[in-house]
């Protein structure tokens, strides 16, 4: 038997609630029902499934069912040719080509410059101090992603990565995002005209790395770049420059402000509940190197638990190729369905009492795959999850352990920020401030 789903929600009060707090906003709808419907600008109604047996029939269902919903506001930073917007045998052959330089093993390699990124950021901060959290994570990641995935080490020129990196990224604003017609140059100037000159700067700096690593051949090097320059698809062929700078801008945009996003949750959470910090703490006394530590069982259950309650990627959509039913409700070919994150995260039947940090939780019991989305799923799965897991727990054991840091009366007063939509992103509202202490 088919069901109807309550009627959508459209109009300009339901765009804004989104807007305001998407999870606030996700967690109300959830209480209608396993599914709902909402309309989104660009794509019409979308219905979501906010219970895992919704989500099972979505990442469970074949591949050749969905596309990428288009169009996707990030095209313009990402290229056309990225994995994020390609379907069908294209994505399948793209992605077998990605994922083996982010499988969990070859994280291991880039554990001592993650550990490095963090530990240089903490030589920054003065004792005494306030540190802006944040921005901290944000540089650390930046650092990371420029060593690991660029293949960048020589300190100025990395200086330069980061330069022209955060004017591109600053330059995508929001209504380039959101406003197609806005897409353009008039005579060199304009929003427009800043972020093509930029994302060409981008480009060109990749451009001579690419052509540096062909002419000296990759082998010694472990970076993702040398790692995609010598893989091949199945039929022999490797991937061109221009699609190799395309993937590259991918895995800027949606590795760097998501990873430093849950960073300074996390940062945020072990320094608000000092319970939680005394036994990272603990956990954190006995010595272990870089790459051990993303092991440790705690420090794990803190990483999960932040991704649980502050999913940064709130909603992950599919476009159907053919019809699909969920939970008993139909959808057709062209029809946008989609998976409501914070929804399935605070389930009180599956997470009881959801509002509160437990990061236990994930000691008792391993939630499954359709329970706990932070990375989305099927045959999308994000493909830097395992990059990304092991970064949050590395450069979260160096900060802990290498600099003491407190949360002031100030801070806990002004209660936990709320989680705006920014990019592909949602951040916290506000910047979140640690002290660094003296004694430290
Ligand atoms: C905490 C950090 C991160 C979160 C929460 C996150 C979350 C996500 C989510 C929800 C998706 C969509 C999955 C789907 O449609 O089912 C995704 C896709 C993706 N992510 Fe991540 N991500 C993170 C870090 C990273 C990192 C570090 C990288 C790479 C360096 C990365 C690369 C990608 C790529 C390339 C895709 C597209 C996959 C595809 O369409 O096949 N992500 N991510």
Excluded at 13 to 37: I, Q, S, V
Excluded at 208 to 220: L, M, N, W
Excluded at 319 to 333: A, D, K, Y
Aim: hydrophobic share 40%; glycine share 8%; with cysteine.
């Amino acid at each position: 038997m088919t069901r109807s789903v309550t009627s959508p929600r459209f109009g300009a009060a339901h765009a804004l609630a989104m807007g305001y707090d998407p999870e606030r906003y996700f967690r109300r709808r959830a209480n209608e029902g396993e599914t709902f419907a909402v309309g989104l600008p660009g794509l019409g109604e979308v219905l979501f499934a906010s219970t895992a047996a919704g989500v099972r029939e979505i990442f469970g269902a074949p591949a050749t069912l969905f596309s990428p919903p288009t169009p996707n506001p990030i095209a313009p930073l990402v290229g056309d040719g990225s994995l994020i917007l390609l379907s069908g045998e294209r994505h399948r052959r793209e992605r077998t080509l990605l994922m083996p330089s982010f499988h969990g093993e070859r994280m291991r390699a880039y554990a001592d410059v993650m550990a490095h990124a963090a530990a240089e950021e903490i030589e920054s901060w003065r004792p005494g101090a306030d540190i802006a959290v944040r921005a901290a994570a944000q540089s650390i990641t930046l650092h990371i992603i420029i060593r690991t995935v660029f293949g960048v080490s020589d300190p100025a020129r990395r200086d330069e990565y980061e330069r022209v990196i955060t004017a591109l990224m600053q330059s995508y604003i929001a209504p380039l995002m959101f406003v197609p017609a806005l897409r353009r140059e008039v005579v060199g100037l304009g929003p427009w005209a800043r972020f093509v000159r930029l994302r060409a700067q981008f480009d060109a700096l990749l451009s001579e790395q690419i052509a540096e690593r062909r002419r000296t051949g990759v082998d010694g090097y472990d970076d993702v770049l040398s790692l995609l320059l010598s893989a091949t698809y199945e039929d022999g062929t490797s991937l061109s420059d221009e699609d190799l700078r395309q993937e590259l801008r991918t895995l800027l945009v949606a590795g760097h402000e998501t990873t430093a996003t849950s960073l300074a949750w996390a940062m945020y959470h072990i320094h608000h509940d000092d319970g939680v910090r005394e036994r990272l703490v603990a956990e954190l006394a006995a010595d272990h190197s870089p790459a051990d530590v993303a092991k440790l069982p705690y420090l794990n259950a803190i990483c999960q638990e932040t991704l649980r309650m502050h999913p940064t990627v709130s909603i992950v959509l599919r476009r159907l190729n053919g019809p699909l039913t969920i939970r008993g409700v139909q959808r057709s070919e062209g029809d946008v369905v989609g998976v409501a994150v914070p929804a399935l995260h605070f389930d009180p039947k599956v997470f009881p009492e959801p509002d509160t940090f437990d990061p236990d939780r994930f000691l008792l019991r391993k939630p499954t795959p359709f329970e706990f989305t932070p990375f989305g799923g099927g045959h999308r799965r994000c493909v830097g999850a395992a990059f990304a897991n092991f970064e949050l727990a590395v450069v979260l054991a160096t900060i802990v352990k290498g600099a003491e840091l407190e949360m002031s009366a100030a801070e806990r007063r002004r209660g936990q920020p709320r989680s705006v939509p920014r990019g592909i992103a949602v951040l916290p509202s506000r910047e979140i401030v640690l002290r660094r202490l003296r004694r430290s």
